[in-house]
């Protein structure tokens, strides 16, 4: 089995004080990288990443993901540009079009379009380029330029999506694809060959023109989702039913392999969207629940962890909540998950 990475991520819903301490004991277990959520309704990535920042000393940081429809690219990049700088050139930007726009009364007419323009927006503001942009639905006049010094222009990004246009729209400008609220290898296999079909069809890798768009090389796959990991895995399961029963809605609508009918769905949905996650968690079999989150003794999760990476991922994350305490998760995660999984992953 190959090399690969391991990381943390962490939802924001905590005191701001309480990030830096967490990413500390995450990067002292020896994890890769900590991601913050950037989800709606939560406390925005930026304050928590800062306290990251300033507590790491290694790990790569970075928001998963932003949505160019809350958060405008010059928003955007002046965020990721100071996280990178506070974190010594150890920031990545995530991007994503969200969920749960409708809360806001937002439905994008062109997400796609969007997405790509976004992160075009972003790397010429970190470049500082005064040449004009004409996009569809954003655009730089040109002219004038972030007024600072940026730290580190061809910083990575990251772009979270299922969807295979918006990933061939994007390729040409990111490092990496993660694929959120998913546990299922059969997802990272057909990823995989999209992948590498992508890697060489003609248009999307990058040309002479938009040479500093990404790093070069193939684009990693990242995978990630809730994750509770407890010496009783039946209570594990039980509260990992209920994490994830706010983000299987989402997820069912992009994975067709989970196993899960329209109507037993429906339910699921209702029940969510009055935040009545226990009626929600029992719909939600141990099949459906291995495919769409990490859930059970530590043993079970390294298993879980490694099925992913031989299907084909390079990066497997690990969501909140971690455990039926966070620390006692993110302890189990560290001396118990992690090294099994750098033994196998060697």
């Known amino acids: 089995m190959r090399a690969a990475q391991f990381s943390v991520a962490l939802q924001t819903d905590l005191a701001l004080a309480a990030y830096g301490p967490l990413a500390a004991m995450i990067e002292g277990y020896g994890f890769d990288g900590v991601t913050v959520y950037n989800d709606l309704l939560y406390q925005p990535a930026w304050l928590p990443l800062l306290e990251i920042a300033r507590h790491t000393r290694r790990v790569a940081i970075g928001p998963a993901a932003v949505n160019p429809f809350t958060c405008h690219p010059i928003n955007i990049a002046g965020n990721i540009a100071l996280i990178d700088e506070a974190s010594q050139g150890r920031a990545y930007l995530g991007l994503a079009r969200g969920a749960w726009l409708d809360y806001l009364g937002i439905a994008p007419a062109r997400?796609?379009?969007?997405?790509?323009?976004?992160?075009?927006?972003?790397?010429?503001?970190?470049?500082?380029?005064?040449?004009?942009?004409?996009?569809?639905?954003?655009?730089?006049?040109?002219?004038?330029?972030?007024?600072?010094?940026?730290?580190?222009?061809?910083?990575?990004?990251?772009?979270?999506?299922?969807?295979?246009?918006?990933?061939?729209?994007?390729?040409?400008?990111?490092?990496?694809?993660?694929?959120?609220?998913?546990?299922?290898?059969?997802?990272?296999?057909?990823?995989?060959?999209?992948?590498?079909?992508?890697?060489?069809?003609?248009?999307?890798?990058?040309?002479?023109?938009?040479?500093?768009?990404?790093?070069?090389?193939?684009?990693?796959?990242?995978?990630?989702?809730?994750?509770?990991?407890?010496?009783?895995?039946?209570?594990?399961?039980?509260?990992?039913?209920r994490e994830a029963a706010l983000y299987l809605p989402v997820i069912a609508a992009f994975d067709p392999t989970l196993p899960v009918d329209p109507v037993q769905l429906q339910r699921i949905q209702t029940a969510a969207a009055a935040y009545d996650f226990v009626s929600a968690a029992r719909d939600i079999s141990d099949e459906l629940l291995q495919l769409v989150a990490f859930a059970g003794t530590p043993e079970h999760v390294v298993q879980q962890a490694a099925d992913l990476i031989a299907a084909g991922a390079d990066r497997v994350e690990f969501g909140t909540p971690h455990g039926l305490s966070k620390h006692q998760g993110l302890k189990l995660l560290g001396e118990r998950v992690l090294p099994q999984l750098r033994q196998l992953c060697a």
């Not at 790397?123 to 500082?128: C, F, H, T, V």
């Not at 910083?155 to 299922?162: A, K, M, V």
């Open 111 to 241: 997400p796609v379009t969007a997405l790509r323009e976004a992160l075009i927006c972003v790397r010429r503001l970190l470049m500082r380029s005064t040449e004009p942009f004409s996009g569809e639905v954003f655009q730089l006049v040109g002219g004038d330029s972030l007024r600072w010094t940026i730290l580190r222009p061809d910083l990575p990004f990251l772009l979270g999506s299922w969807g295979e246009r918006a990933i061939r729209a994007c390729y040409d400008q990111i490092a990496e694809i993660k694929l959120g609220g998913s546990a299922n290898p059969t997802v990272v296999q057909t990823l995989r060959r999209q992948l590498a079909a992508l890697a060489h069809e003609p248009g999307t890798t990058a040309t002479a023109c938009n040479a500093a768009a990404r790093y070069t090389g193939p684009v990693r796959l990242a995978i990630g989702a809730v994750c509770v990991v407890d010496e009783d895995g039946a209570a594990a399961r039980a509260l990992a039913r």
